[in-house]
């Protein structure tokens, strides 16, 4: 299983609300687990829809 890097999303939240962030939010893959999970176990649905807009962990057509 792939361990998340140390970034939790109420960081990412933080950083990125009231920011304009266009159609989807493009995310390092590491910073999830196989789960879709975050470090405090949010998952990516969680924070797309804290955000309001899709969060994909990969970098538009290719996924690590």
Do not use: M
């Amino acid at each position: 299983r792939r361990r998340p890097l140390f970034i939790r999303p109420g960081v990412l939240f933080r950083a990125l609300a009231g920011q304009e962030l266009g159609e989807r939010v493009f995310l390092p893959p590491a910073v999830l687990n196989d789960d879709e999970l975050f470090l405090d176990d949010l998952t990516r649905a969680g924070l797309e829809q804290r955000l309001g807009v899709p969060v994909q962990a990969g970098f538009r057509n290719r996924w690590w």
